[in-house]
C-alpha cells in the first residue's frame, strides 16, 4: 500500500511540476510537434504523388514512439542528475523502501504520463495531417508498456553510471537518436535483431497500425520476457555502481 501512495504521490508532483515550469513544458511540445510537422510535410511535398501513403503513416507511428522511447530511456539518468543537482539524492538513500524501489516508482510515474502525453499528441498529429490511422488504443498502450520496460533497464545501468559521474547526457542523446536507426530494422519473423530492447514491440506496433499485420501470441510473450531481461540486468548493474559510489562517497558529489 506505501508503494501505491509513493507512486500517487510521485505524480502528483510530476502534476505540480509540470505547473511550476509551464513555460518550459509548453515551449518543448511546440518543438517537439513543430519538428514533426517539419518532417511530415517536408517528406510528402519533397516525394510528392510518388510517396506512399502508408509511409507517411509509418512517419507518424514511428515519431510518436521514438519521442516515447526517448523519454523513457533519459528519465532514469535524469533523475539522478537532477536530485544530485538539489543536493537530495543522499536524502532518498534514507527511505525505508530502497533507492531502487524509489526511482522505479519514479520512472513508472514518468511513463505514465509519458503515454498519456504522447497519445494526445498522436491525436493531434493525426488532425492536422489528416492521416486517421485504425487505432486499438488499450493494445497500443500494452504494447508500449512492455516494451519501454526494456529501455527502463538500460536507463537503470545508465543511471548508475550517472551516481558516478554525473552528467553523461551525450552518450544518452546519441544512443537515444541510435533507436531512430534500429527502428528501421527487420525484427520479425524472429533474427539477431528481435533480441533489441525495445525495437521488436515499436515495429509490431508499426506493422499491427500501418500494414494490418498480426502476430502469434508467442511473440509477445517473447517481447515481455526480453525486456525482462534487459530490465534485471540494468537493476544489477545500477547497485554494482550503486555500491561503487557509496564506497567512492561520490553519492552527494555534483
Same mark, same amino acid.
Given at each position: 500500500?506505501?508503494?501505491?501512495?509513493?507512486?500517487?504521490?510521485?505524480?502528483?508532483?510530476?502534476?505540480?511540476?509540470?505547473?511550476?515550469?509551464?513555460?518550459? *513544458?509548453?515551449?518543448?511540445? $511546440?518543438?517537439?510537434?513543430?519538428?514533426?510537422?517539419?518532417?511530415?510535410?517536408?517528406?510528402?511535398?519533397?516525394?510528392?504523388?510518388?510517396?506512399?501513403?502508408?509511409?507517411?503513416?509509418?512517419?507518424?507511428?514511428?515519431? $510518436?514512439?521514438?519521442?516515447?522511447?526517448?523519454?523513457? *530511456?533519459?528519465?532514469?539518468?535524469?533523475?539522478?542528475w537532477d536530485e544530485s543537482q538539489k543536493?537530495?539524492?543522499?536524502?532518498?538513500?534514507?527511505?525505508?523502501?530502497?533507492?531502487?524501489?524509489?526511482?522505479?516508482?519514479?520512472? *513508472?510515474?514518468?511513463?505514465l504520463f509519458t503515454i498519456f502525453f504522447?497519445?494526445?499528441?498522436?491525436?493531434?498529429?493525426?488532425?492536422?495531417?489528416?492521416?486517421?490511422?485504425?487505432?486499438?488504443?488499450?493494445? *497500443?498502450?500494452?504494447?508500449?508498456?512492455?516494451?519501454?520496460?526494456?529501455?527502463?533497464?538500460?536507463?537503470?545501468?545508465?543511471?548508475?553510471?550517472?551516481? $558516478?559521474?554525473?552528467?553523461?547526457?551525450?552518450?544518452?542523446?546519441?544512443?537515444?537518436?541510435?533507436?531512430?536507426?534500429?527502428?528501421?530494422?527487420?525484427?520479425?519473423?524472429?533474427?539477431?535483431?528481435?533480441?533489441?530492447?525495445?525495437?521488436?514491440?515499436?515495429?509490431?506496433?508499426?506493422?499491427?497500425?500501418?500494414?494490418?499485420?498480426?502476430?502469434?501470441?508467442?511473440?509477445?510473450?517473447?517481447?515481455?520476457?526480453?525486456?525482462?531481461?534487459?530490465?534485471?540486468?540494468?537493476?544489477?548493474?545500477?547497485?554494482?555502481?550503486?555500491?561503487?559510489?557509496?564506497?567512492?562517497?561520490?553519492?552527494?558529489?555534483?
Open positions: 500500500m506505501s508503494y501505491i501512495i509513493l507512486i500517487i504521490n510521485e505524480l502528483k508532483k510530476l502534476g505540480k511540476e509540470i505547473k511550476r515550469y509551464y513555460f518550459e *513544458f509548453i515551449s518543448g511540445t $511546440i518543438i517537439m510537434f513543430g519538428i514533426f510537422l517539419a518532417l511530415f510535410f517536408g517528406l510528402k511535398n519533397f516525394a510528392g504523388d510518388s510517396l506512399e501513403a502508408t509511409s507517411l503513416d509509418s512517419l507518424i507511428v514511428g515519431y $510518436i514512439l521514438w519521442g516515447i522511447a526517448m523519454q523513457s *530511456f533519459q528519465s532514469v539518468s535524469s533523475m539522478i543536493g537530495t539524492l543522499e536524502k532518498l538513500y534514507l527511505s525505508h523502501l530502497g533507492i531502487e524501489k524509489i526511482f522505479l516508482a519514479k520512472v *513508472f510515474a514518468s511513463i504522447n497519445v494526445v499528441i498522436l491525436f493531434l498529429a493525426m488532425l492536422i495531417t489528416g492521416r486517421w490511422l485504425n487505432i486499438n488504443y488499450p493494445y *497500443f498502450i500494452f504494447m508500449i508498456i512492455i516494451s519501454v520496460i526494456s529501455l527502463v533497464g538500460i536507463g537503470f545501468a545508465g543511471g548508475g553510471i550517472a551516481i $558516478i559521474h554525473k552528467k553523461v547526457t551525450s552518450i544518452f542523446s546519441i544512443f537515444s537518436f541510435g533507436i531512430i536507426g534500429l527502428m528501421a530494422l527487420t525484427t520479425y519473423p524472429m533474427n539477431v535483431f528481435s533480441f533489441l530492447p525495445y525495437v521488436p514491440g515499436a515495429k509490431t506496433l508499426i506493422g499491427s497500425i500501418v500494414h494490418g499485420q498480426t502476430y502469434p501470441l508467442w511473440w509477445y510473450g517473447f517481447i515481455f520476457v526480453t525486456s525482462l531481461v534487459y530490465l534485471v540486468g540494468g537493476l544489477y548493474l545500477f547497485k554494482i555502481y550503486d555500491r561503487k559510489a557509496r564506497k567512492m562517497n561520490k553519492l552527494g558529489v555534483y
